[in-house]
T-cell receptor, first 110, second 114 residues
Framework: RKEVEQDPGPFNVPEGATVAFNCTYS??????FFWYRQDCRKEPKLLMS???SGNEDGRFTAQLNRASQYISLLIRDSKLSDSATYLC???????????FGPGTRLSVLP | ETGVTQTPRHLVMGMTNKKSLKCEQH?????MYWYKQSAKKPLELMFV???????ENNSVPSRFSPECPNSSHLFLHLHTLQPEDSALYLC?????????????FGPGTRLTVL
């Protein structure tokens, strides 16, 4: 089993839709979790850190379920500018060993 | 607007060349990282430095040699690379060495090995 897995996608949704992505991790000792977005041929940019039971930032909500070892990202009222690849990142609990998932591609259509 | 810069942005080299990638962070961070991103594959962590000491080396071939002269600069020295080493090489930094520190990435160096 891979350390971090994500919905394969791609997700094609109309503007204004709500979309959710899931990410699962295999190491139960993982301590910290992040969502990044990466535009085509650009570097990843931090979208949200996910602490304890989750957090919200405007249209974006991240949830953490430690018992089931997954995190989710919910995007409400999708905008064209939300089109990107969303990367789930897990620190697997020993130092700075950050493991990136393969990413889920989102295309928001007009 | 990024606090992490990388040079060069693009590099084409032959298998017998020696080149170096440079990363500089202007954020006052204490930890720096090298990642490799190949097409259709997740980002792979290569090296981690915390307070200029290497703390992680994820079984990277010796043809990649990192150097961290101070907390603001990180280099990746390249020699006798293979075509499969062609990828986007990303540098990142974080405030500290703990689990909860968010990473900030530079724009990357797109490397092509002929």
């Amino acid at each position: 089993r891979k350390e971090v897995e994500q919905d394969p996608g791609p997700f094609n949704v109309p503007e204004g839709a709500t979309v959710a992505f899931n990410c699962t991790y295999s190491n139960s000792a993982s301590q910290s979790f992040f969502w990044y977005r990466q535009d085509c041929r650009k570097e990843p940019k931090l979208l949200m850190s996910v602490y304890s039971s989750g957090n919200e930032d405007g249209r974006f909500t991240a949830q953490l379920n430690r018992a089931s070892q997954y995190i989710s990202l919910l995007i409400r009222d999708s905008k064209l500018s939300d089109s990107a690849t969303y990367l789930c990142v897990v620190n697997v609990g020993y130092g700075q060993n950050f493991v990136f998932g393969p990413g889920t591609r989102l295309s928001v259509l007009p | 607007e990024t606090g992490v810069t990388q040079t060069p942005r693009h590099l084409v080299m032959g298998m017998t060349n020696k080149k170096s990638l440079k990363c500089e962070q202007h954020l006052g961070h204490n930890a720096m990282y090298w990642y490799k991103q190949s097409a259709k594959k997740p980002l792979e962590l290569m090296f981690v430095y915390s307070l200029e000491e290497r703390v992680e080396n994820n079984s990277v071939p010796s043809r990649f040699s990192p150097e961290c002269p101070n907390s603001s600069h990180l280099f990746l020295h390249l020699h006798t690379l293979q075509p499969e080493d062609s990828a986007l090489y990303l540098c990142a930094s974080s405030r500290g060495a703990g689990d909860y520190n968010e990473q900030f990435f530079g724009p990357g160096t797109r490397l092509t090995v002929l």
